[in-house]
Each structure stands twice: as structure tokens, then as C-alpha cells.
């Protein structure tokens, strides 16, 4: 019979065990998944299957074009097949869809019995709108009109008196052949900045209407343009300002000028000077009328061969232009210094929105033989170069998303340690969502919402890839986070790990001794 002492002693024993193994139960079962869930990286889900996909997926053009033939354009016999619908399909390698519509025009006997009353109009707009349909035309559909061309209905071109939509000479500040660059393809702000710059204030009194001149040529283009981004104009008059680029003196012709291959380093100079890019957070565009000093007058612009510029101006892709204007000589005749010089804002206009056109890469195509385009309207784009843009834009705003979205699933599938925010999730959600409904949009034909839709597509996708919660935890590896907590939990688990090995050799050492037999 066992003494209370011994019985009393293994109670301790047990009960010491069993403290022991609650004790590690509660550790390894509670705080250990407690500690891991709570202090591991939050990563909201994120669509990676259909980032993967977008990569092939393949963008759809389509195109509504309208034919509308005159009776006497069509042989007698071909007549009785209009209407007709065709489709053409072509990949180069962008996939685009052509949907020809072939008709009558219903109003040509109306066209017809007022033939003297379309001569007298003598202007393209408004023959084509005798010969439209009641209907608005749609955003990216095309009409084509088909007229003989010994019909007197045929339209003659008809100029405005307004700047042009085109101007020819407007000299290239680098490579005159190379491609132009077309601003960023986001819904972003931009700053159009107009400056007159005057070096020498003592000679010349300068005076321009910019107000006048915004207000009247370039606000109508912008307001066109409403649909690519949120534009605000501006203007300053800077004195004292130089090019920065001695001009050469030319003794045949008495005049100075610039030679192509000098017109890069005149912007750097001049740009110091500006002060709107700094004080800007959108792009910049920044417009230069610059009057020549008195010891540089006049002063002209030379092309690659040599030649004069007709504008007398060139331009800077993703920067802007600068046109010099140069003071009629016979306004120092008899005339006390400083001269009054009256800017003609129309010519100047002319060339700054020419300029403004290359700077959104709307260049004026090649015309196909006996073809004529509608003639530009007073906002100085047409609605088919309208259409070009949003589809160039809508192709490089759905690259840019795609290029986005991948490189940051890149990096996240990479970089386990990076926080994925619920709200970073949503606009990964959002923009992937926005890609594919613009492809959708773009392959039906609404070139409109394929637009808007591709907008949001590079928003979203952007603010997900620069969002700053992504790189709270970048630089928190977990081996620091390991060097960080084991301090804290060593001293608890060196007792509970040399009890459980105390509590494990007790048990095996049990199980080896042997049983007594009575």
C-alpha cells in the first residue's frame, strides 16, 4: 500500500502534466493561428485569370459606312440591286469590320428640282445638307456620297475666311520625318499656355488680343475636343525674354535667321522663362509669339534645305511651337521708338492651331483621286477626324490599361508581402470590367462609349498601380518579422517546450518498464 506522502506527490505530478499540456494546447491551437491571421499581409482577391486573358484578346474595329449613290452615278442596271448590306473583314494587323450600307438618295429629285438653288450655295456643308438623311450621324460611321462627276450637284471646295484647319510650313523642331508623339491618352488636364514674348520693350510696344483671338478660334476647337480632356487656357506677356540662340546674319537678303539644326536648343532657354510647368500638375502646351529685337530684325526661319519657312514658325512634339513675328519695316519709318506693333491674330492663329492639330497627331490625310472631304467647320476639326482620334485613342488607352493591369499582377503574384487593399481590388475589378466592355463597344461600332469606357479602363487601372497602400509592407520581409516577435515569444516557449520534452521522456520511459507480476 502506497504512503500518502508518494500518493500525494504524484497528484502534483499529474496535475503539473496536465498544466503543462494546456498550457501548449492553448499555444499551438489558439495563439499560434491567433499571431499568424493577425499579423499576416492582407491581400484582397484579384481577377489574375482575366488579367491573363487580356493579353489575347483581340481588338474589333467596326466601322458603319453609309453609300449613298445618285440616280445617274449608277448604270440602269446595277439600280435594282440598292439597297444592299456587305461586310468586309480585314486583319492589319488590328482587325477592323467594315459595315457598307449602299442606298438611294431619297431627296435627289427634291436636289434636282432646286440644281441652281445647290450652285448658288457654293459651299460643301451645305450641299451634303441637302443630300443627308433627317437622322444625326453617329459617332465613327462615315458617309460616302457618290455623285457623277459631270453632275453640276458636284460641291466645289469652299475656303473661310477663319484659320484653316491645316497649315503648310510648319517647321518640325527636330526630324521633320519623324512620327509625331501624341499626348497621354488619359481623361486627364491640360494647360494651354499663349505668351508673347517681347526682348526688346524699348524698341517695340507690343499689343495682342489674345482674349479676342482664344475666344474666337480656339475655344471652338477645344470645345470639340471636350471629349479627349478637360482643357484651360492661358496667356502671359514676358519682357526681356531671348531665344537664347544667336541668329546668323544673312548679308543677300539683309536678314537674319535660324537654321534648322539650332531650333532644338532654343527651347531650354525659353522654357526657364515660362514658369507654367512648374506651377502645373497637368501637361503643359505652351504656345510662343516671339517679336524680334530691333539689332535681329527681321528674322526668319530656315528648313533642313535652307529654304525660309512659310509660317515662320515650328513646333516641339509634346512641348508646342514657337512662331516669330517679325515687324513690317515701314513702321520705324518716321516713327519714334518704341513702335506700336498690332498683332494680326488671325495669321497668328492659323499657325498655333495648326500646331495645336499635330500636337493631337490630327494630320491632314492624302486626298484618293476625285475624292473631296467635307471642308473643315469653324471649330477647325471635322467630324471624321473627330472619329480618327477617338479611335486612336481608344486603341491606346485599352494598351495602356492591358499593360498595366499585367505589370501589376506581375508584381504582386511575385511580392507576397505587398497589401492588396479592398479598394485597390475594386478598381483592379473596375478596369478589367471597363477593358472588356470597351473591346465589346469598339467591335459593335459605338465609338462613343467605346471611348468613355476605355477612359475609365487607364483611370482605374492606374490608380490601382500607384495606389501608396501597396508599399506600407514592402519593405517588412518576414524574417523581420520573425527577428521582431521571437524575442517576445522565446522567453514563454522555452519553459512549455521543456516541460512537453520532460512530459515525453516520463511517458516513453514508462512504456519501457516492465510490469510486475504478483
Avoid at 103 to 109: E, I
Amino acid at each position: 500500500m502506497a504512503a500518502p506522502g508518494a500518493a500525494a506527490t504524484d497528484l502534483e505530478v499529474v496535475r503539473g502534466k496536465r498544466a503543462a499540456l494546456f498550457f501548449a494546447a492553448v499555444v499551438i491551437v489558439l495563439g499560434l493561428p491567433l499571431w499568424w491571421k493577425t499579423t499576416e499581409t492582407y491581400r484582397a482577391p484579384l481577377p489574375y485569370s482575366q488579367i491573363s486573358g487580356l493579353n489575347s484578346l483581340q481588338l474589333r474595329l467596326m466601322v458603319p459606312v453609309t453609300v449613298v449613290f445618285t440616280q445617274e452615278s449608277v448604270p440602269l442596271d446595277d439600280q435594282e440591286k440598292l439597297p444592299f448590306t456587305v461586310v468586309h473583314e480585314r486583319e492589319i494587323p488590328l482587325k477592323y469590320k467594315l459595315k457598307i450600307k449602299c442606298r438611294f438618295q431619297k431627296a435627289y429629285r427634291r436636289a434636282m428640282d432646286h440644281e441652281e438653288e445647290a450652285l448658288s450655295l457654293g459651299s460643301i456643308q451645305e450641299a451634303e445638307t441637302m443630300f443627308a438623311e433627317p437622322s444625326e450621324q453617329a459617332e465613327g460611321s462615315l458617309t460616302v456620297y457618290v455623285i457623277s462627276e459631270h453632275s453640276s450637284l458636284l460641291p466645289q471646295p469652299h475656303f473661310r475666311g477663319e484659320p484653316s484647319s491645316t497649315q503648310p510650313g510648319v517647321q518640325a523642331a527636330f526630324d521633320p520625318q519623324m512620327p509625331l508623339a501624341s499626348l497621354t491618352p488619359v481623361f486627364i488636364g491640360y494647360e494651354i499656355t499663349f505668351s508673347l514674348l517681347n526682348p526688346d520693350p524699348k524698341s517695340h510696344d507690343v499689343h495682342w488680343d489674345i482674349e479676342g483671338a482664344v475666344r474666337r478660334y480656339v475655344q471652338p476647337f477645344l470645345n470639340a475636343l471636350r471629349a479627349v480632356g478637360n482643357f484651360s487656357v492661358d496667356s502671359q506677356i514676358l519682357y526681356y525674354a531671348v531665344l537664347g540662340v544667336n541668329p546668323r546674319f544673312d548679308p543677300a537678303s539683309s536678314s537674319y535667321y535660324l537654321a534648322a539644326h539650332s531650333l532644338p536648343h532654343v527651347i531650354n532657354p525659353v522654357e526657364s522663362r515660362l514658369g507654367s510647368s512648374a506651377a502645373s500638375l497637368y501637361p503643359v502646351l505652351n504656345f510662343l509669339l516671339y517679336v524680334p529685337e530691333l539689332a535681329h530684325s527681321p528674322l526668319y526661319i530656315q528648313d533642313k534645305d535652307g529654304a525660309p519657312v512659310a509660317t515662320n514658325a515650328f513646333h516641339s512634339p509634346r512641348w508646342g511651337g514657337i512662331m516669330v513675328y517679325n515687324v513690317d519695316p515701314k513702321a520705324y519709318n518716321g516713327s519714334e521708338l518704341p513702335v506700336r506693333v498690332k498683332v494680326d491674330m488671325v495669321r497668328v492663329m492659323e499657325v498655333f492651331l495648326a500646331q495645336l492639330r499635330l500636337l493631337f497627331g490630327i494630320a491632314q490625310p492624302q486626298l484618293p483621286p476625285k475624292c473631296l472631304f467635307s471642308g473643315p467647320k469653324s471649330e477647325g476639326i471635322m467630324s471624321w477626324e473627330l472619329d480618327r482620334l477617338l479611335w486612336a485613342r481608344s486603341v491606346e488607352n485599352l494598351a495602356t490599361a492591358t499593360t498595366t493591369l499585367t505589370s501589376l499582377a506581375q508584381l504582386l503574384g511575385k511580392i507576397s508581402n505587398i497589401v492588396i487593399k479592398d479598394d485597390v481590388a475594386s478598381e483592379v475589378y473596375r478596369a478589367v470590367a471597363a477593358v472588356q466592355k470597351a473591346a465589346e463597344e469598339l467591335a459593335s461600332g459605338h465609338l462613343a462609349s467605346a471611348f468613355v469606357a476605355s477612359q475609365e479602363a487607364v483611370t482605374s487601372s492606374e490608380r490601382a498601380f500607384f495606389d501608396p497602400s501597396l508599399l506600407h509592407l514592402l519593405y517588412f520581409p518576414d524574417d523581420q518579422k520573425f527577428a521582431i516577435y521571437i524575442p517576445l515569444f522565446l522567453p514563454m516557449a522555452v519553459p512549455i517546450l521543456l516541460s512537453l520534452f520532460k512530459i515525453f521522456l516520463e511517458t516513453r520511459k514508462s512504456w519501457k518498464k516492465p510490469e510486475k507480476i504478483d
